[in-house]
């Protein structure tokens, strides 16, 4: 067997033979007929069996890679609902990632070092995962700040969906001047001089951001599958194994699709994703929408790849900005566009999901939806849902229940919770969503971050908001009657995502015919410190049998990777997410640990000295670094 030597599992002739056993474990199966097991069997991308080392030994062969998960919990496979997966791929190796890192001292560090390393001609960009309310500091780095940790280097930090700070090399390469306008939507901040000082306001629009963004130079040719596969294998150490991609600007059909299109078709993804299109031009949404209509259907593809529907936006003058920091954004008169859109949508077969932060949007959709329901044209079997949604009322609620709707939240507001209550006070940051009013109107609710610009990617950040209600900041945001218990949390984060793909009868749950999606976790999640659940990561995921990560007694059981190209990326030296210290072993703790690691060293010496191995007495220098 390729793994771990395991007693009592000898390896039998047989044509039933697993893939993968993964044994001795604490395995959470989501399966009400049998939530708890002790041993997983896959072959050929199915779970073939679940229940005790019993029941997995007929399935052991010569050939089958056993895993003892050494009594750590498993759990389904993360679904994240809601992930900017393919965009984010595409970039990933070119980002330095601030997501974890815990000051502004660190984060500026950070860039100074990769500015030193990054060649003329390219950008050092940080793009999304963090905030201000993470570092110890409490504020944003200033432009005076970039420009001396990087004098020559163009500089982009990216902050959430409410500015951008350049750098002076940065405002050059990106061609802002004392003429440039303003964007519609957006702000260039300006000195007395007249000259841009570095500062982009989304005001409220994120455009002018992320058209600044598009200015640096981006991958080519094969590195943007090397990019594409670093970053799949960044969402897999934190257990994930599925996401829906929620398109987003300038993510066009079929051009940026075409990296994960290759990697599918060469069998080398390690995450399932199912895809949504977003028309990319005003003017042309309905033109994008009917072009697309006629090349791909919904379903189209296979469990790795495969069309799942529209959005999140249908026509851009529907979409309201989630800036917190500026006054919610009056929309004009969109409806009728946004019904020939739907009508389109709907009579074509096609779902659709639907970016919505405020109510005052929702139910103007719904006005649409209702008038579209009474032609029976709606939703006519096709799947739909609601993204965001911070400020659905109880009412918009039930009117999405009554036309078959769905909803996927983000946890948007553990990055941006501060500025949502001084904004609206903590009132109404309460129920900002309202996601336990949603679960008991019967509602598919599927969880997720809006990685990779606003959240960090990492699920269990996500994981902590839905059961604490606390920010990365540790403001607590969420009343008690609005958060959720630990097995709700996951499975709005597994079988929430698969209803919203309609895979819920192959996927979320570790049952006999369900894909063999299943991550062994550093920390049982049901019984960790509730502050140490954003310190989750998985040591083992397995994707249809696959192992597509592992680390501590594990490392190496993965399947290789091709080296990080180009040979500057800030992730080829700092990696992606940074994972500090867990919360529970500081201070008092850290001491007690260390007392019991000493303790536990002297007690090895006594043993070695008992069988002849080492002198009886310890000697009077045990660390060189301590003789004077």
């Not at 949504?276 to 697309?292: I, M, S």
């Not at 609710?445 to 959240?455: E, F, H, K, L, P």
């Not at 908001?465 to 945001?477: A, E, M």
Request: glycine residues 10%; contains cysteine; negative net charge.
């Amino acid at each position: 067997m390729a793994t771990i030597p395991v007693g009592g599992l000898v390896p039998v002739a047989t044509d039933a033979a697993a893939d993968v056993v993964v044994r001795n474990a604490k395995v959470y199966t989501a399966d009400p007929a049998r939530p708890q097991a002790g041993a997983v069997a896959i072959r050929d991308g199915r779970i073939t069996a679940v229940g005790d080392d019993a029941d997995v030994a007929p399935f052991v062969g010569p050939r089958t890679r056993v895993v003892d998960a050494l009594g750590r919990r498993v759990v389904p496979g993360l679904n994240d609902s809601h992930l900017h997966v393919i965009r984010g791929g595409l970039n990933y190796v070119l980002e330095l990632r601030w997501d974890g890192v815990p000051s502004l001292r660190q984060a500026l560090a950070m860039l100074r070092e990769q500015a030193g390393r990054t060649p003329k001609g390219q950008w050092v960009r940080v793009v999304g995962g963090w905030t201000a309310d993470q570092f110890a500091e409490r504020h944003l780095p200033t432009v005076a700040e970039l420009n001396a940790a990087a004098p020559d280097t163009p500089v982009f930090v990216l902050h959430l969906y409410q500015s951008a700070i350049l750098n002076r090399a940065a405002l050059k390469a990106a061609g802002f001047t004392k003429d440039t306008p303003d964007p519609k939507g957006g702000q260039i901040v300006r000195g007395r001089d007249g000259e841009p000082t570095g500062l982009l306001l989304a005001a409220p629009s994120a455009l002018i951001l992320y058209s600044t963004l598009a200015k640096a130079p981006v991958l080519e040719g094969e590195d943007k599958k090397t990019s594409t596969l670093h970053f799949l294998r960044e969402l897999n150490r934190f257990g994930l194994t599925s996401a829906i991609d929620a398109a987003g600007g300038f993510q066009n059909f079929p051009d940026n699709y075409g990296t994960v299109t290759d990697l599918a078709k060469e069998g080398r993804l390690s995450l399932r994703i199912a895809y949504h299109l977003f028309p990319q031009t005003v003017g042309q949404e309905l033109a994008d929408l009917k072009r697309w209509i006629g090349m791909v259907r919904p379903g189209d593809g296979d469990e790795w790849l495969r069309l799942n529907g529209a959005g999140e936006n249908l026509t851009w003058a529907a979409a309201d900005f989630e800036n917190f920091t500026e006054p919610r954004p009056q929309l004009g008169n969109y409806e009728a566009e946004f019904e020939e859109a739907v009508r389109l949508l709907s009579e074509n077969g096609w779902g659709f999901r639907l970016h919505a932060t405020y109510d005052e949007t929702i139910r103007r959709d719904l006005a649409v939806f209702e008038k579209l329901a009474a032609e029976g044209l709606f939703p006519a079997g096709n799947r739909w849902l609601f993204d965001h949604a911070e400020t659905v009322t109880p009412e918009s609620l039930d009117r999405i229940a009554a036309l078959g709707g769905a909803l996927s939240i983000q946890n948007r507001l553990s990055f941006q919770g501060e500025a949502f209550v001084r904004r609206y006070g903590a009132a109404a940051a309460e129920q900002a969503p309202p996601v336990r009013a949603m679960l008991e109107r019967g509602l598919t609710v599927g969880a997720g971050t809006d990685a990779t610009r606003v959240s960090s990617y990492n699920p269990w950040v996500a994981l902590h908001w839905l059961v604490s209600g606390k920010t990365v900041g540790d403001l607590t945001i969420h009343s008690p009657g609005n958060r959720v218990d630990r097995e709700t949390a996951l499975a709005l984060y597994t079988q929430g995502g698969a209803k919203l793909t309609g895979e819920d009868d192959v996927k979320g749950v570790l049952r006999p015919g369900y894909y063999g999606d299943l991550a062994v976790l550093s920390d049982d999640f049901f019984t960790v410190p509730e502050q140490d659940i954003p310190h989750i990561e998985s040591l083992l995921t397995v994707v249809g049998g696959r192992i597509v990560y592992a680390a501590g007694a594990y490392e190496g059981l993965d399947e290789e990777l091709p080296v990080i190209s180009p040979q500057w990326s800030p992730v080829a030296h700092f990696g992606g997410y940074q994972a500090t210290v867990k919360p529970s072993i500081s201070g008092a703790r850290q001491a007690e640990l260390l007392g019991q690691v000493v303790a536990e060293s002297e007690q090895h010496r006594q043993w070695r000295a008992q069988r002849g191995f080492t002198p009886e007495e310890p000697t009077e220098i045990f660390d060189t670094c301590f003789a004077l």
